[in-house]
């Protein structure tokens, strides 16, 4: 560690066992399933070595710059990260599809503001792109240090301060933070995982250390123990590391009482490491050059692996993954060279431009990301989005409260040429919102008014809910999701809608095997801990299905039920880049396999029979995505005759998708007809 006041080689050589432990894991070599955890390694190592500056400063002058302190985070952190976040967004913009860039732009600001964790910790869930397609997603344990940054030297001066009972304090906060996370660690896992409340304790195990090791710390307690003494005692703490990096894996209740054997492992190499085998091993030169690298090599160690992984069908071999070694820590050793040392101190005092270029390219970088971010983020990626020059401009949009959930929000779609002819609501989960676009450009535009009311992941049938999956939030979120159609009930019967129309991803409920990485969705009727069964599953679909269409009916309603759209199998928007030559029609198992239309029918055999029933009573009308997007051999991700994508992931249409599927209705299926709105051409929007 070079800094401040005393260098550490054995900290340096610790560092490299950390970055190499984290980068063994994620690559997937065998034999080091737990190396992830040296990322926990880091957390104490920080604590320790942010903890001794400041003790040390506040003995040396009596006072503490809090001015100093983050300056010295700011040169230190964010000019490397910088320059590995505009790098990703050069290389990882013309390849990401189209969930994955919207989840890459979004942690852009994220990572930049130390938010990242918090970032990643909301998105998992429902729409959650894979863990190994984010490629700013190490970025979670940066943000996590610093905030600790942001509250840690206020609580260490009040503790110093305090002075007499300081030593009782640091333990009562360490041990509190131990259980914050055991607690955590067993009812929210992602929470402990991502968030600074349960990672706390690891970077307090160093802080303690360091108020028990720093000269000028009223803390301070000589050591007694002899140079063999520490150097087996350097010896356990490396052999706790290492064993913890071969024993624990990503199954294994971490962070919590398990972290400790890494934890208190690296306490004891931070006090004891500079002696014996240990000290020699640590202080090696090659070991120390990988220590000083090691923020640069893991801040491009994982963004590596996501590229390959990105642009190939199936994971990359061993002998490939072995060479992202070599590849990361080229990149490491130019950040560290170029951006890392010319940036972490400030200019001579006669240097002729002083500091104004580190300024201005941060300042200038940040403001670049920040903008492209936005402009992006805020646009469609070109290969979902309906034709230049086809969409309708007569449709006001408007945000309207959600009777009893103020969480939620209804969206409402108006003509503006012409009068208001029919009032539709569309009620459903996530597969009702990706018919927004097909509504305003074919129905809305001709006179109706479109009101949606949804929630993702909870089936708009009255009486029911999802089964979710998971002791922590399946009550919550069962009963949200009952609330929530309660709700929709009521919007559904009032007098002023003339037609309800009704989607949901209906296959994944219903369908025997999934054809997602979701395990089967199951419904019920109350906030349950049972399982339901499939068929007690469909006999619930039907028996609510029909009560719902019967409300309905007796409301004076017409009703137009939607069937899911085909499930791919397989987000294919994640496989529009692939590198030249991949294979994606022999490898049954490879991730950019799409499911042929015999497979799809299969699946969807129960629930299209079921609706199509349903769509011979009068006053009902059913709509078959099916027969639009499959033909005898294949189900389509992309329109045959444009090559324009028709779905945003796995199984959610794209703007242009959207808009083909409103439009077959009306042709094959009379949707205008039976909603009873005028077919009126004029102004009308066409797919070429």
Same mark, same amino acid.
């Given at each position: 560690?070079?800094?401040?006041?005393?260098?550490?080689?054995?900290? %340096?050589?610790?560092?490299?066992?950390?970055?190499?432990?984290?980068?063994?894991?994620?690559?997937?070599?065998?034999?080091?399933?737990?190396?992830?955890?040296?990322?926990?390694?880091?957390?104490?190592?920080?604590?320790?070595?942010?903890?001794?500056?400041?003790?040390?400063?506040?003995?040396?002058?009596?006072?503490?710059?809090?001015?100093?302190?983050?300056?010295?985070?700011?040169?230190?952190?964010?000019?490397?990260?910088?320059?590995?976040?505009?790098?990703?967004?050069?290389?990882?913009?013309?390849?990401?599809?189209?969930?994955?860039?919207?989840?890459?732009?979004?942690?852009?600001?994220?990572?930049?503001?130390?938010?990242?964790?918090?970032?990643?910790?909301?998105?998992?869930?429902?729409?959650?792109?894979?863990?190994?397609?984010?490629?700013?997603?190490?970025?979670?344990?940066?943000?996590?240090?610093?905030?600790?940054?942001?509250?840690?030297?206020?609580?260490?001066?009040?503790?110093?301060?305090?002075?007499?009972?300081?030593?009782?304090?640091?333990?009562?906060?360490?041990?509190?933070?131990? =259980?914050? +996370?055991?607690?955590?660690?067993?009812?929210? *896992?992602?929470?402990?995982?991502?968030?600074?409340?349960?990672?706390?304790?690891?970077?307090?195990?160093?802080?303690?250390?360091?108020?028990?090791?720093?000269?000028?710390?009223?803390?301070?307690?000589?050591?007694?123990?002899?140079?063999?003494?520490?150097?087996?005692?350097?010896?356990?703490?490396?052999?706790? !590391?290492?064993?913890?990096?071969?024993?624990?894996?990503?199954?294994?209740?971490?962070?919590? $009482?398990?972290?400790?054997?890494?934890?208190?492992?690296?306490?004891?190499?931070?006090?004891?490491?500079?002696?014996?085998?240990?000290?020699?091993?640590?202080?090696?030169?090659?070991?120390?050059?990988?220590? =000083? !690298?090691?923020?640069?090599?893991?801040?491009?160690?994982?963004?590596?692996?996501?590229?390959?992984?990105?642009?190939?069908?199936?994971?990359?071999?061993?002998?490939?993954?072995?060479?992202?070694?070599?590849?990361?820590?080229? $990149?490491? +050793?130019?950040?560290?060279?170029?951006?890392?040392?010319?940036?972490?101190?400030?200019?001579?005092?006669?240097?002729?431009? &002083?500091?104004?270029?580190?300024?201005?390219?941060?300042?200038?970088?940040?403001?670049?990301?920040?903008?492209?971010?936005?402009?992006?983020?805020?646009?469609?990626?070109?290969?979902?989005?309906?034709?230049?020059?086809?969409?309708?401009?007569?449709?006001?949009?408007?945000?309207?409260?959600? *009777?009893?959930?103020?969480?939620?929000?209804?969206?409402?779609?108006?003509?503006?040429?012409?009068?208001?002819?029919?009032? !539709?609501?569309?009620?459903?989960?996530?597969?009702?919102?990706?018919?927004?676009? &097909?509504? !305003?450009?074919?129905?809305?535009?001709?006179?109706?008014?479109?009101?949606?009311?949804?929630?993702?992941?909870?089936?708009?049938?009255?009486?029911?809910?999802?089964?979710?999956?998971?002791?922590?939030?399946?009550?919550?979120?069962?009963?949200?999701?009952?609330?929530?159609?309660?709700?929709?009930?009521?919007?559904?019967?009032?007098?002023?809608? %003339? +037609?309800?129309?009704?989607?949901?991803?209906?296959?994944?409920?219903?369908?025997?095997?999934?054809?997602?990485?979701?395990?089967?969705?199951?419904?019920?009727?109350?906030?349950?801990?049972?399982?339901?069964?499939?068929?007690?599953?469909? %006999?619930?679909?039907?028996?609510?299905?029909?009560?719902?269409?019967?409300?309905?009916?007796?409301?004076?309603?017409?009703?137009?039920?939607?069937?899911?759209?085909?499930?791919?199998?397989?987000?294919?928007?994640?496989?529009?880049?692939?590198? *030249?030559?991949? %294979?994606?029609?022999?490898?049954?198992?490879?991730?950019?396999?799409?499911?042929?239309?015999?497979?799809?029918?299969?699946?969807?055999?129960?629930?299209?029979?079921?609706?199509?029933?349903?769509?011979?009573?009068?006053?009902?009308?059913?709509?078959?995505?099916?027969?639009?997007?499959?033909?005898?051999?294949?189900?389509?991700?992309?329109?045959?005759?444009?090559?324009?994508?028709?779905?945003?992931?796995?199984?959610?249409?794209?703007?242009?998708?959207?808009?083909?599927?409103?439009?077959?209705?009306?042709?094959?299926?009379?949707?205008?007809?039976?909603?009873?709105?005028?077919?009126?051409?004029?102004?009308?929007?066409?797919?070429?």
């Amino acid at each position: 560690m070079k800094g401040q006041g005393q260098y550490f080689k054995h900290i %340096d050589g610790l560092r490299a066992v950390a970055v190499l432990g984290v980068l063994l894991a994620h690559y997937g070599i065998p034999g080091v399933p737990g190396g992830f955890l040296g990322v926990d390694v880091f957390f104490v190592i920080s604590g320790y070595l942010i903890t001794r500056l400041i003790i040390q400063e506040k003995g040396r002058t009596g006072t503490f710059s809090y001015r100093r302190f983050y300056i010295r985070r700011f040169r230190r952190l964010l000019p490397a990260a910088m320059f590995l976040i505009g790098l990703c967004f050069l290389v990882f913009y013309p390849v990401l599809g189209t969930a994955d860039l919207s989840s890459f732009l979004r942690s852009i600001p994220l990572s930049i503001l130390s938010l990242a964790n918090i970032g990643f910790y909301r998105e998992v869930g429902y729409f959650d792109t894979a863990a190994e397609f984010k490629p700013l997603l190490h970025m979670w344990s940066l943000s996590v240090e610093e905030q600790f940054y942001l509250i840690w030297p206020t609580v260490l001066l009040a503790v110093l301060w305090v002075r007499r009972f300081g030593t009782g304090v640091l333990i009562a906060l360490f041990v509190v933070g131990v =259980l914050v +996370a055991q607690i955590t660690v067993s009812k929210d *896992p992602s929470a402990a995982y991502f968030l600074l409340p349960a990672r706390a304790f690891e970077l307090l195990a160093g802080a303690l250390l360091a108020a028990f090791l720093a000269p000028l710390s009223p803390y301070a307690r000589p050591s007694t123990s002899s140079e063999k003494t520490r150097g087996y005692l350097a010896l356990a703490g490396i052999a706790m !590391i290492g064993l913890s990096f071969a024993l624990m894996t990503e199954e294994s209740r971490l962070p919590g $009482l398990l972290s400790l054997v890494p934890v208190l492992g690296t306490v004891l190499v931070i006090a004891f490491g500079a002696s014996g085998v240990v000290g020699k091993v640590l202080s090696l030169r090659p070991v120390v050059w990988i220590g =000083l !690298i090691s923020y640069s090599l893991y801040l491009f160690h994982w963004p590596v692996q996501v590229y390959f992984a990105y642009r190939m069908p199936i994971e990359p071999s061993i002998w490939l993954r072995l060479s992202f070694f070599p590849i990361s820590i080229a $990149l490491a +050793a130019i950040s560290y060279y170029l951006v890392e040392e010319r940036f972490r101190k400030p200019a001579p005092g006669d240097s002729r431009f &002083g500091n104004i270029p580190f300024l201005a390219t941060t300042a200038g970088f940040a403001a670049l990301v920040g903008f492209s971010t936005y402009s992006l983020f805020l646009s469609t990626p070109p290969s979902a989005v309906l034709p230049k020059g086809t969409k309708v401009t007569n449709v006001s949009y408007a945000k309207l409260p959600y *009777p009893g959930e103020p969480e939620h929000v209804i969206y409402r779609f108006e003509p503006t040429d012409r009068p208001v002819s029919r009032k !539709i609501l569309l009620l459903g989960d996530s597969h009702a919102h990706h018919l927004h676009i &097909g509504f !305003i450009q074919e129905i809305v535009s001709r006179g109706a008014l479109v009101d949606s009311a949804e929630l993702p992941a909870c089936p708009p049938l009255f009486g029911v809910s999802r089964f979710y999956v998971g002791e922590k939030i399946r009550k919550d979120r069962q009963q949200n999701c009952l609330n929530n159609i309660q709700n929709k009930e009521a919007l559904a019967l009032q007098p002023e809608y %003339d +037609a309800v129309v009704i989607s949901a991803r209906w296959y994944s409920m219903l369908e025997e095997p999934p054809t997602s990485r979701f395990e089967r969705d199951k419904l019920t009727t109350r906030a349950q801990d049972e399982i339901p069964s499939l068929e007690d599953t469909r %006999d619930l679909f039907e028996s609510s299905l029909a009560e719902t269409i019967s409300k309905l009916k007796r409301a004076g309603k017409r009703v137009v039920i939607f069937s899911q759209v085909p499930s791919l199998g397989s987000d294919l928007t994640q496989c529009q880049s692939l590198f *030249p030559g991949s %294979d994606t029609t022999t490898i049954r198992k490879n991730r950019c396999y799409s499911l042929t239309a015999e497979e799809m029918q299969k699946r969807a055999a129960y629930t299209d029979g079921v609706l199509a029933e349903f769509g011979k009573k009068e006053g009902v009308l059913t709509v078959l995505p099916m027969d639009l997007f499959c033909d005898e051999n294949t189900c389509h991700f992309t329109d045959p005759e444009t090559g324009i994508a028709l779905y945003q992931d796995d199984n959610h249409l794209s703007e242009f998708g959207s808009h083909k599927l409103i439009k077959w209705a009306i042709e094959q299926r009379d949707l205008l007809e039976f909603l009873e709105v005028p077919n009126l051409e004029k102004g009308m929007a066409k797919i070429n």
